[in-house]
């Protein structure tokens, strides 16, 4: 095992039970031990990309712009242009003269092919480089067209994902207190950090909106420019996958004094509490506390029996975690359980050491917990475990297949929802069906085994 570790990774694993609790986190990947993360430019593009109405153009080279919608299906209910993807394209030419005149082109006819309500430009790396002036180009285009133009510092070198995620909120509040607030419910939210995939936060919106609760904006998924303009005229910011869209809330916080409490919707426990804690905080209105119960009450009484025959089956089971953002983990570690299973290894590629403290409370003795972690160490990790399933995103699953286990995908590439009360039920069928296939039985790995 010690032999794939990195001395200098050393201090990012932890192995519940063998010492007090310390975990590094949230620093450089090292060089050389090829992250699973990707750059800060992708980070604020997975962000911002569900913004449907918007058009999102990457100044770079072509290869940077291989970050499609593809990457995030985000789904819309009305415009669909953040399916299209926008570079300028910039050759030798441009990095020797500037790329300054491509990009005011490449603004002025997108603008006026397809009317968008406002255009986010991203900065990649040799933009950072060449010092192309986005800020004021920007300005210009919004000033000529009418639309906020709004610029994305998010040079690749500039940092990791995290740094992503924070150039996409400060971009996004430059929109928020620019929309009309007038008529807006006093028991209102926006839902922060849902990207919309596979149609999940339809699912979420539609328990707020039975519970009398009005949702102004989605940020980001299914959303809109002026939704996100009129954000702060809610009266609470509900927040999930804190590293992507929790330094908005910090800034609305802060300008605005819109508190914010922090949710997730996998799971059935996560799934009630987040239903709860936004009832409680409305408690000037105990209809909406009550119509919550009524929620929780009605979904789990059809929900529970059907789990329990997966439950019998998947009893024992051993699963491995390796998430971008460390709140999706909270509630893997707790729906594993609920389905009798074991989780042996939790990871994250951008968890804080808040984030990691959470997660060694919930995890059993014994369980691995990594930062930032690499094919060669999630690979020694799965065997050394002998897991039954892996859980993460498109990096990960190569490592699974080539070792012979069962993956499941968590991320932004899956087409099945996985949110609510209906997406435990989703996950709970797609973990068994992957788990208990017969297939196993015939990959070396289990050959070698039995
Ligand atoms: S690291 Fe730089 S060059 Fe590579 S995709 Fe990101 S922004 Fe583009």
């Known amino acids: 095992m010690n032999e794939v570790i990195f001395q200098e990774r050393a201090k990012q694993i932890h192995r519940k039970g063998d010492a007090p609790f310390e975990l590094a986190c949230n620093k450089e990947s090292l060089a050389g031990a090829v992250s699973q993360r990707a750059c800060v430019f992708c980070g604020s593009r997975v962000v911002l990309y569900p913004i449907a109405d918007a058009v999102h153009l990457v100044h770079g ?131 922060l950090g849902d990207f919309n995939l596979a149609g999940e936060i339809w699912i979420i919106r539609e328990y707020f909106e039975r519970m009398g609760i009005e949702v102004v904006a989605n940020i980001t998924g299914d959303g809109r420019v002026g939704d996100i303009a009129r954000a702060h005229g809610a009266a609470l910011n509900v927040v999930q996958c804190s590293g992507a869209t929790m330094d908005l809330a910090k800034m609305m916080k802060e300008d605005y004094d819109i508190p914010f409490v922090r949710v997730s919707y996998f799971g059935i426990e996560d799934m009630a509490e987040a239903l709860y804690k936004v009832a409680h905080f409305f408690k000037d209105d105990s209809e909406i506390l009550h119509r919550a119960q009524q929620i929780v009450r009605e979904e789990l009484s059809t929900l529970y029996p059907q789990l329990q025959k997966y439950r019998q089956d998947l009893q024992g089971k051993k699963a491995a975690i390796y998430v971008g953002g460390a709140f999706k983990a909270f509630s893997l570690v707790k729906a594993f359980r609920l389905l009798g299973m074991e989780v042996v290894m939790v990871g994250s590629q951008t968890g804080t050491s808040e984030d990691y403290r959470e997660l060694h409370e919930v995890t059993d003795e014994g369980t691995i917990i990594v930062d930032d972690s690499n094919p060669l160490e999630l690979s020694a990790f799965l065997k050394e475990k002998d897991v039954d399933i892996f859980v993460g995103g498109v990096k990960e699953r190569p490592i699974a297949y080539k070792l012979g286990l069962g993956f499941c995908d968590h991320n932004h590439e899956r087409k099945e929802a996985l949110e609510g009360f209906v997406g435990m039920l989703n996950f709970a069928k797609e973990v068994h069906a992957t788990v208990m296939s017969p297939v196993w039985r015939f990959v070396p790995r289990r050959e070698i085994r039995q």
Not at 71 to 82: K, N, V, W
Not at 169 to 183: N, Q, S, Y
Request: aromatic share 6%; glycine share 10%; net charge neutral.
């Open 61 to 191: 080279p072509i290869g940077c712009a291989a970050y499609t919608w593809d990457i995030r299906g985000a789904l819309s209910s009305g415009p669909e242009l953040h399916r299209l993807s926008f570079s300028t394209d910039l050759q030798e030419r441009d990095v020797i003269f500037g790329g300054e005149k491509k990009l005011t082109q490449a603004l002025h006819e997108l603008i006026d092919r397809h009317h968008p309500n406002a255009a986010f430009v991203y900065s990649t790396c040799i933009v950072g480089i060449i010092g192309d002036d986005l800020e004021g180009i920007c300005k210009k285009a919004s000033q000529e067209k009418g639309i906020p133009v709004i610029p994305v510092m998010s040079e690749g070198f500039k940092g990791n994902k995290r740094a992503g995620y924070n150039a996409a909120c400060k971009a996004m509040f430059r929109l928020v207190g620019t929309g009309d607030t007038t008529e807006i419910s006093p028991h209102s939210i926006n839902i």
